[in-house]
């Protein structure tokens, strides 16, 4: 008899509880529908805390949605810092429990919606340089994707780009590359995940990866560009030079090829496995290349200081070659006259890049070096006095 009593006791409380859940649900989701979210987040979280919620897939549904909808209110952030995260964990849940499919479609538009509010936040997080963050949100919405039998490249893309700059080098190629086997329309994935292999050092897939892109997108500008950087760093000098055409043709106005150019010069000139004759040339093509980047942007400091500094470096070597002579030798006064006129041509590129980013300690020392030899002493004390301050 007791314990049929205890039985109709529970039975009744039971009841009571699950009529009071359906009515504080029931007047979230009014709340929900006329617009007033804070209202609704009280009642839900009422409904939800009850134990016969945890059954119920319309209260999980009615939650995850009121959630959603006061994430995508920045003015009610304070009343749910979390909205995001509480939205996708109950929309998952009404999904485990919505096994007669009710609320399927509902639940596959929000999940969407969902998955579309991770990747947002993931992209604000990107931009403040919070790749942490950024890169949890991004695998959420990733995650959202697969669980609705999507592929959302985009998001994939954005971890990619996380692990990139955590720096987590082997995820971000990993990553690059399964978004090349899903075919994503994106160059700079190919040019990215080129660069990370010649920054690890695996030449032969960088250049594999490079080639594959520009198979993929012919003529692509980016691509040319991170060819030639390519083969710059593995000193592929005359494939450089082919690459930098390309791209100069392309446009002819960008400063940063026609510097790329020059640089390329400049490095040949110094090979002494070439012979004498073709690094007089590639002298001659790397000063015409910087004058073109001048030209372009005459305030560019890495272009004035390079050029200063082939003809810094070339009339240095012609006085050092005049200082190994014997004394008395007739050739003397030729070559340390030939060298002082290169330093001459130096001299207004330095003291330009000095003037550009003052108180720069290299470009400083080959003014004093300058100064010192062009006897230059007006000009030598100030230096000396920037150099020792």
Same mark, same amino acid.
């Given at each position: 008899m007791k314990r049929s009593i205890l039985l109709l006791a529970l039975v009744l409380v039971t009841g009571m509880t699950f009529a009071q859940l359906k009515k504080d649900r029931t007047s979230a989701y009014n709340y929900w529908q006329k617009g007033d979210l804070t209202k609704a987040k009280e009642y839900i979280d009422k409904a939800i805390a009850y134990p016969e919620a945890a059954t119920d897939a319309k209260v999980h549904y009615y939650c995850g949605a009121i959630y959603l909808d006061i994430h995508n209110k920045p003015d009610l952030k304070s009343i749910a810092p979390n909205a995001l995260? $509480?939205?996708?964990?109950?929309?998952?849940? +009404?999904?485990?429990?919505?096994?007669?499919?009710? =609320?399927? %479609?509902?639940?596959?538009?929000?999940?969407?919606?969902?998955?579309?509010? =991770?990747?947002?936040?993931? +992209?604000?997080f990107f931009k403040e340089n919070n790749f942490v963050d950024a890169l949890k949100n991004f695998n959420d919405a990733v995650k959202i994707g697969e669980e609705n039998h999507s592929t959302d490249t985009l998001a994939i893309y954005g971890t990619a780009l996380c692990y990139e700059k955590l720096p987590d080098y082997d995820n971000a190629i990993n990553t690059y590359e399964k978004l090349i086997q899903l075919q994503m329309k994106e160059p700079s994935i190919y040019t990215s995940l080129a660069n990370l292999y010649l920054e690890k050092g695996i030449y032969d897939k960088s250049e594999k990866v490079l080639q594959d892109g520009m198979n993929v997108f012919p003529g692509n500008f980016d691509l040319i560009i991170t060819m030639a950087n390519f083969y710059i760093k593995t000193k592929q000098h005359q494939k450089a030079l082919q690459s930098l055409s390309v791209a100069k043709e392309k446009d002819p106005e960008n400063k940063s090829i026609a510097f790329a150019v020059g640089v390329?010069? @400049?490095? !040949?000139?110094? @090979? %002494? $496995? #070439?012979?004498?004759?073709?690094?007089?040339?590639?002298?001659? @093509? +790397?000063?015409?290349?910087?004058?073109?980047?001048?030209? !372009? @942007?005459?305030?560019? =400091?890495?272009?004035?200081?390079?050029?200063? +500094?082939?003809?810094?470096?070339?009339?240095?070597?012609?006085?050092?070659?005049?200082?190994?002579?014997?004394?008395?030798? %007739?050739?003397?006064?030729? #070559?340390?006259?030939?060298?002082?006129?290169?330093?001459?041509?130096? #001299?207004?590129? !330095?003291?330009?890049?000095?003037?550009?980013? %003052?108180?720069?300690r290299d470009t400083l020392l080959s003014l004093k070096e300058v100064y010192t030899r062009l006897a230059m002493y007006d000009k030598l004390k100030v230096v000396n006095d920037k150099l020792n301050q």
């Open positions: 995260e $509480t939205s996708y964990n109950e929309m998952k849940k +009404a999904m485990e429990l919505d096994v007669k499919g009710e =609320f399927k %479609t509902d639940l596959m538009i929000r999940m969407l919606q969902l998955g579309g509010q =991770f990747f947002n936040a993931g +992209a604000d390329t010069y @400049d490095m !040949l000139k110094n @090979d %002494t $496995t #070439l012979p004498a004759a073709d690094r007089k040339t590639y002298f001659d @093509d +790397a000063v015409k290349a910087y004058e073109e980047t001048i030209e !372009l @942007d005459p305030e560019y =400091f890495d272009a004035l200081f390079n050029l200063g +500094a082939v003809y810094f470096n070339k009339g240095g070597d012609l006085i050092n070659e005049a200082n190994r002579l014997p004394l008395g030798d %007739t050739r003397y006064e030729v #070559l340390e006259g030939q060298g002082k006129e290169f330093l001459n041509k130096a #001299l207004p590129y !330095l003291e330009k890049a000095e003037q550009i980013k %003052t108180g720069d």
